[in-house]
């Protein structure tokens, strides 16, 4: 950041303008601050994401090593894997779907169940996610992502899905 700054008031120097003339340093610092994306409370609110290249590498195939991009979409369409498309047309697939091996990720039997329970037609992935990821009144403020870590997808889990289920088929 000070070598662009230092940049920049050589450049105005050079104008014959001075860096007091731009509101000094904080002045610099409030035109970097305007340009620099903001955080996303979604973003944080969803956690790491893997890309759809990386889980062509660390999802298992059923013949070799490697899968095609088209076999990880295949497989959130089937319902076998949550993901989102993000607002530059990307695949995103939120990391807490998965558990671990080594160098390879399991997708979780009991996400994907609860994934299926929610509606698929109506709600876009961004909105079953969002419920996925919010504190619900009925699980004691946890989201149901929280709540299947610690519970399972046990009754209550399982009614608050058919409660929002229904709800957004109103």
């Not at 295949?74 to 949550?82: H, K, P, Y």
């Not at 091996?101 to 399991?106: N, T």
């Given at each position: 950041m000070t070598e662009i700054v230092e940049q920049y008031a050589d450049t105005l120097a050079k104008a014959g303008?001075?860096?007091d003339e731009v509101g000094g340093i904080d002045g610099i610092a409030a035109v970097v601050r305007t340009l620099l994306p903001r955080p996303n409370r979604f973003a944080a609110r969803v956690g790491p994401v893997y890309t759809t290249g990386q889980?062509?590498?660390?999802?298992?195939?059923t013949t070799s090593d490697a899968i095609t991009d088209e076999a990880v979409?295949?497989?959130?369409?089937?319902?076998?894997?949550?993901g989102f498309k993000t607002a530059d047309?990307?695949?995103?697939?939120p990391a807490w779907q998965f558990r671990t091996?080594?160098?390879?990720?399991?997708?979780?039997?009991?996400?994907?169940?609860?994934?299926?329970?929610?509606?698929?037609?109506?709600?876009?992935?961004l909105t079953r996610i969002a419920w996925m990821t919010g504190g619900h009144r009925g699980l004691d403020g946890l989201a149901p992502q929280a709540w299947l870590?610690?519970?399972g997808l046990d009754q209550r889990l399982r009614a608050a899905a058919h409660r929002w289920?229904?709800?957004?088929?109103?």
């Open positions: 303008s001075d860096l889980l062509t590498r660390l999802l298992p195939g979409r295949d497989r959130q369409r089937n319902g076998r894997l949550v047309g990307r695949w995103a697939w091996a080594p160098g390879r990720l399991i997708p979780r039997d009991d996400v994907i169940a609860l994934w299926r329970l929610l509606p698929d037609r109506g709600p876009s992935e870590d610690r519970h289920s229904a709800r957004v088929a109103a």
